[in-house]
């Protein structure tokens, strides 16, 4: 059956995760206050100290200022309108009133952005570079600059004075204010050595994957995603949800249907919130590479039993595929039971006087045909007895098609499991599809896999 992609919505929502500013928290707070407890003082160079305590006075001397307060959450109200601005009069107007809070937040805190910029040359020790990151970064919080956090970071990290387990936390804040001041390729740089230390927190992985992103390099950025996936079910350790799904986005909005279908699959596998699911299943349906019609009739036959089915179309090809007349009891069972029919269609039409016309008569004949059925046949009455949701019948006529020789076994061993699933038997349905091997039902298989481990728990 030929699928028409134009009566799909293929834009999806990408859900990157971050739509404007990351949280940021004083970085390593908890560490820093450490580190002072273990150093009685910093060893101040004589060119830089003059300028430390005209700095440190501006940064302590307005720490509870009301005035101060309110001029940096207008600094940072108004950086999120910039971000969040439409058009490009309303980012100006947005970016006119961050420059008046931040000029009014520098002004309160006695011009202290000329104090650093004066300070920045005379920085020659270690100890220099570590106070005058951390003053960097106070005072690149008050006035919402998250380049100025970044820079006070790195002059931190580069201080070489942090402790060593510290470093990938530190990484992190400098990948993270990167991000949000929107350097991709320092956050890039900064997030993998973060990674690479072995910090989870705060979604690093995925913030590391959104600036491949966020910079239009969808090809690496899915790559990198993709290896971080692998790299957790190697291990066997669960894959965060909407990882999958940001995949599934990046490929659908950049016209990559192959890898879609893929992210697809892999999103059914990995993700259990029905919106992602459902937007999942739409793609996947529309994108099997080279689905038989009775292959075809298997996934919608999943997306039926996962509230999957969303819309007319997708219920109308179900309808087409599992042929009423050859298929009564699905039919009277789907068209009894489905909210996406189109009224008035008259496939659906056809569909109900079918299912109610030859309900019982096809179910009298098929009970009389499984005594004697074997092989092929066997395989048919079973596929028929799962449309009519006498999943124990159906198990039993698909494990004799596969012990008397039913020529499609990846059919047939499909078809167990799902009547294995439909009668709760979980752990033998995940089993059943297990035992699928090559073409495509074994990439279908692992959705029913994903899905029978979801009624699992």
Known sequence: MKRSVSHVAMALALTLGVAGVVGVSAPAEAAQKKKQEKQSSLEISEGFQPHAVAI???????????????????????LNNVLSANDDAARASAQSQLDAARARVDQLMGGVTAKLDAARP?????????????MELNVGQKMANFAMQNKGINNMIDSGKLPAEELPRYNY???QTAYNAQDY?????????????GYTEGDAEKLLVDSYFRADMTAEGLAKLKSMIDARQAAGQPVPEGW????????VNQGQNEQAYDWGLLTLQTDSRQQARNQAYKIVEVYTPNYTDEEQLDLLRLMARDNGITEDRQ??????LMQPLRRPGEAKTFTDTATQLPAGNS????????GSDRYDQTLRELNTDAKSASGNEALAVADTYLGYGKAAEAEAM???ALETGAADKAKAQMGLGIALSDQGKMAEAKQAFGEIAGGNRASLAKAWIAYTDMKSS
């Open 398 to 400: 698909y494990r004799k």
């Open 244 to 251: 999958a799904f940001d995949g599934l986005a990046a490929a």
């Open 173 to 175: 804040f400098a990948g």
């Open 315 to 320: 219920a109308l090809a179900y309808l087409e």
């Open 185 to 197: 390729a320092a956050a890039r740089t900064s997030l993998q050595k973060a990674v690479d230390g």
């Open 56 to 78: 440190q006075e501006s940064v302590n001397g307005t720490a509870d200022n009301p005035e101060l307060k309110a001029a940096s959450d207008q600094a940072m109200a108004a």
């Open 347 to 354: 496939m659906v039409t056809e569909a109900k006087r079918v």
């Open 122 to 134: 005379t920085l020659t020790t270690p100890d220099d570079k570590l106070f005058f990151g951390q």
